[in-house]
């Protein structure tokens, strides 16, 4: 945590902490909050541990298929369970991935780098649908199937458009975004000019139409499983609420706190609460129990399966640890070099 937690990373967890306890504490009723830990349903957890292993296997078919199969399966599964459990140290997602993706599974950072950069891409197209499938979900409950259907359909088929042309106009679309983005005081602009150049040579991976759909496929049955995952967990509980009910609020956090990015112990619990308590699909003591269902089995898959990985390639978490300091002190002269020619 000291290696990588900056002072605003820090005050942020203590924040989190703090309001966590607050809720616990004043909030949220104790003896409502035990029965529904004693009611839990064991086997629906069991079975939304074995989907949610399964989202993590279709994560590292994608992430092959962007690296062109050059890697084996193993290794690259290896190499994303380690580094999700880097996560926990506060170690950075893409420079997490980066350094595993390099170490275990003998791939050059540059090419790590923007095979990761082009997941994330499609993850945030994920989020998009997820969030297309909560207004579909919110319009079958107000109106009907047929009308939520149909909006889902027109909603999917402009993300898919949209997708198509991004692709295609790729250094277009880049070079307009860098642009934009250099003129906002405080951002490197030469940073952003190398990181528009990763990420047009990363959609290079994915320039052909057949490419992109099997991206995209892959892409879509791995979000399917945590969405089943979320669903699973919730459905565990004792609760009285619709089907309808349970996919929105599942759908809801899936849209922020999904299981494929780097997240904070306390501040994941913090932000499903506030979520769920604020647009009033759950009460405060569901949602706490949910959080903390979500959480735990979402670590104890990364630091299970990081450990095991580890053996399995006869490394020690120290020695990524330490690469890690490296990349991210490698990117930081980077930077500085960048900002000291502006001013030559």
Not at 144 to 161: C, D, E, H, K, P
Request: charged share 10%; glycine share 4%; aromatic share 10%.
């Amino acid at each position: 945590m000291q290696a990588f937690g900056s002072r605003r990373q820090l005050w942020i967890i203590g924040g989190a902490i703090l309001l966590f306890l607050v809720i616990v504490i004043f909030l949220v009723d104790i003896n409502d909050l035990i029965k529904l830990f004693r009611r839990i349903n064991w086997f629906d957890l069991a079975v939304a541990a074995i989907v949610l292993l399964a989202g993590y296997l279709l994560i590292t078919v994608l992430l092959r298929y962007l690296l062109f199969n050059q890697p084996g399966f193993m290794p690259t599964f290896y190499a994303i369970s380690v580094g999700f459990m880097l996560n926990l140290l506060f170690v950075p997602g893409v420079v997490a991935m980066v350094v595993t993706t390099h170490w275990i599974a003998k791939v050059d950072i540059a090419q790590a780098s923007s095979a990761l950069l082009v997941q994330k891409v499609l993850y945030q197209i994920m989020r998009l649908s997820t969030l297309a499938l909560i207004i579909i979900l919110l319009a079958g409950q107000e109106t009907g199937t047929s009308v939520s259907i149909t909006s889902g359909l027109i909603l999917l088929v402009l993300t898919f458009v949209s997708i198509i042309l991004v692709i295609r106009y790729k250094e277009r679309v880049v070079t307009f975004l860098a642009t934009q983005l250099s003129r906002i005081r405080g951002l490197d602009e030469e940073q952003i000019r190398s990181t528009a150049s990763t990420v047009i040579a990363g959609l290079e991976t994915i320039s052909s139409t057949r490419r992109l759909m099997i991206s995209l496929l892959l892409s879509y049955a791995a979000w399917i499983c945590f969405l089943i995952f979320q669903y699973l967990v919730l459905d565990s509980l004792p609760l009285r609420l619709s089907v309808i009910q349970m996919w929105l609020i599942a759908a809801a956090v899936m849209a922020v706190m999904p299981p494929s990015i780097n997240i904070i112990p306390i501040l994941y619990h913090v932000v499903v609460i506030l979520l769920l308590t604020t647009t009033q699909l759950t009460n405060v003591t569901v949602a706490v129990v949910y959080a903390i269902l979500l959480h735990l089995l979402i670590t104890i898959n990364w630091a299970v399966l990081g450990n095991w990985s580890l053996i399995r390639n006869h490394l020690r978490l120290g020695q990524l640890v330490e690469a890690a300091k490296a990349q991210i002190a490698n990117r930081r002269s980077k930077s500085s070099a960048g900002e000291g020619a502006q001013y030559q």
